[in-house]
């Protein structure tokens, strides 16, 4: 067994010697970081203004959509000006977040409240906690629209909070902005000229102008007469058919003015129509499989149904981690002999053992690193108030889930760990390997297109049959495992997957002591058959 533990140590520590090793240990913090930050930073410095044309048939329908352009101009300014006060009040915020306990009724009357007084001209400043700095900005209803005293009065009021030393805030450019027609079209000319007359425009080959200068134009709206009134159709033409905001926004608050119209035709009061509509039964959920007087299904049940598909992804990517480690290093050392220095000093299986028992302390290594890291930038941007990681932990670290996950994530581990290291013993160069590994990488795709849908259905009959079947049985058992299987498939699918592991290692190792000193083409699968067999010539 010594002999073993030296090669496994071997084999780790010429891992993690390389630059490889130390890449994907720094990259993945770097790729989380910059999946949450990039969107950020795309949507607030990225994006330029996006101009538009209004061209109003109507009597007022233009003003609407003009309004709703205004209100998502504001809210960008909004949301920067919050951002510049999170980071100015960050240490206070940290202070009173523990002691805040949030009720969104209550928050929504403290709104109004706050909004009648944003309507003085003559506002008095006056203190406001760092806690209310957020609610203004995360609960401002889209339908409401303040008026230019009001707005004003809102960023006087919000930045009158900051410390002294704070950094003057620097509105972000609009999101939105109207131009004009070019000179010579009005009104009197009709949608079909005036969409001749733009397409040019759209495509990028002309530049409008807008004050001093040249800008692009993103979307021509055309607005028909009538349009709150019959079934008549905007017309909105623009290049980009991914950002949809400014046109979603625009048919949203048509669409309310037109249903208020049917209300007075009605004679229905709107508000009347809201209060209705508001109103929702509700459910409290309880799970008969938990101990008796905390049945009750809170954030924590709901996470831990789904917590387990991170754990199958973390089991695909160290099987492909090892693959790639065992394939690479059992053909390098073919290849530089190194392989016939080793055995001789210790046997085939010794070496089979210690090559994957090395690899896999890298993998765990690897793994440790990465979910550290995550929980760590996970907490960072969320702040000491994000319950809900210690809730994800809490979720998933209980005895019966981790037993299951840590068994299962091992077995299945050197079930394809032993696979890898037999397929790298007979091939000579990576080519090769990839047309042995391609069948097996076809045959994991099976649980990994189920992934999703065994926890809506953890215990039928597709999740049961794929939990038998060993290649599988890791993905899918970690997966059910929140569902709490019958204790009977539990047991029935470790013994059966221990069996399998075995199976595989007894088949792996016979190959590997023939195919590791084997030089020249693969071996054909008859000849595979004679090597298990023991007949090989």
């Not at 909105?236 to 048919?251: H, K, R, T, V």
């Not at 391609?438 to 099976?446: A, D, F, I």
């Amino acid at each position: 067994m010594i002999q073993v533990f030296r090669i496994a140590q071997r084999e780790y520590m010429e891992n993690v010697k390389t630059k490889g090793f130390w890449i994907g240990i720094i990259i993945f913090p770097i790729l989380i970081w910059m999946m949450i930050e990039l969107p950020k930073f795309l949507e607030e410095q990225g994006i330029p203004t996006r101009h538009l044309i209004i061209v109003d048939r109507s009597d007022g329908s233009g003003d609407i959509a003009r309004q709703r352009i205004t209100l998502l101009n504001r809210q960008k300014i909004l949301a920067g000006l919050q951002k510049h006060m999170a980071d100015a009040t960050k240490s206070q915020r940290e202070e009173k977040m523990d002691e805040i306990d949030l009720d969104p009724d209550q928050l929504l009357d403290q709104l109004e409240e706050g909004l009648e007084r944003l309507g003085n001209p003559d506002l008095e400043i006056q203190p406001f906690q760092p806690d209310q700095l957020v609610k203004i900005g995360d609960l401002l209803p889209e339908q409401m629209l303040l008026d230019d005293t009001q707005w004003r009065n809102l960023k006087k009021l919000l930045l009158s909070q900051l410390p002294e030393d704070t950094p003057e805030f620097i509105e972000p450019p609009l999101r939105f902005q109207e131009v004009l027609l070019p000179d010579g079209y009005s009104l009197s000319n009709s949608d079909e000229e005036i969409e001749d007359l733009m397409r040019p425009y759209l495509r990028s080959e002309k530049n409008l102008k807008f004050g001093e200068e040249e800008v692009e134009l993103f979307a021509l709206l055309i607005i028909p007469e009538d349009v709150l009134k019959t079934n008549t159709r905007v017309r909105f033409w623009s290049p980009n058919l991914a950002d949809n905001d400014l046109i979603d926004g625009i048919l949203d608050s048509l669409s309310e003015e037109a249903r208020q119209l049917e209300y007075n035709r009605r004679g229905i009061e709107s508000k009347d129509v809201a209060e209705v509509a508001s109103m929702k039964v509700r459910s409290v959920k309880f799970n008969p499989n938990k101990r008796e007087g905390d049945e009750k299904v809170g954030i924590r049940d709901k996470i831990r149904q789904y917590a387990p598909i991170g754990f199958v992804y973390m089991l695909w990517v160290a099987i492909f981690t090892i693959a790639q480690m065992l394939l690479n290093n059992t053909i390098e050392e073919k290849s530089n002999r190194l392989i016939e220095v080793l055995l001789s000093s210790v046997t085939t299986t010794e070496l089979l053992l210690g090559k994957v028992f090395g690899v896999a302390a890298v993998g765990v290594t690897m793994q440790c690193a990465w979910i550290g890291s995550l929980i760590a930038i996970l907490r960072y941007k969320a702040g000491p108030s994000a319950t809900w990681i210690a809730d994800l932990i809490a979720a998933v670290i209980t005895p019966e889930l981790l037993g299951g996950f840590v068994f299962y994530f091992i077995a299945g581990y050197f079930f394809y760990a032993f696979l890898f290291a037999g397929i790298g013993s007979i091939c000579n160069t990576i080519k090769e390997a990839q047309n042995f590994m391609s069948p097996l990488m076809l045959l994991m795709m099976v649980p990994l297109g189920t992934m999703t849908f065994i926890p809506n259905d953890p215990n039928g009959a597709i999740a049961t049959a794929l939990s038998w079947i060993p290649p599988w049985t890791p993905f899918v058992m970690m997966n059910r495992m929140a569902a709490s299987p019958p204790v009977s498939e539990i047991y029935g699918t470790a013994a059966l997957l221990l069996i399998s592991v075995l199976v595989v290692f007894w088949l792996s190792a016979k190959i590997f002591r023939i195919g590791v000193l084997r030089t020249g083409q693969p071996p054909k699968l008859m000849e595979l058959f004679r090597w298990l067999r023991g007949t090989h010539s």
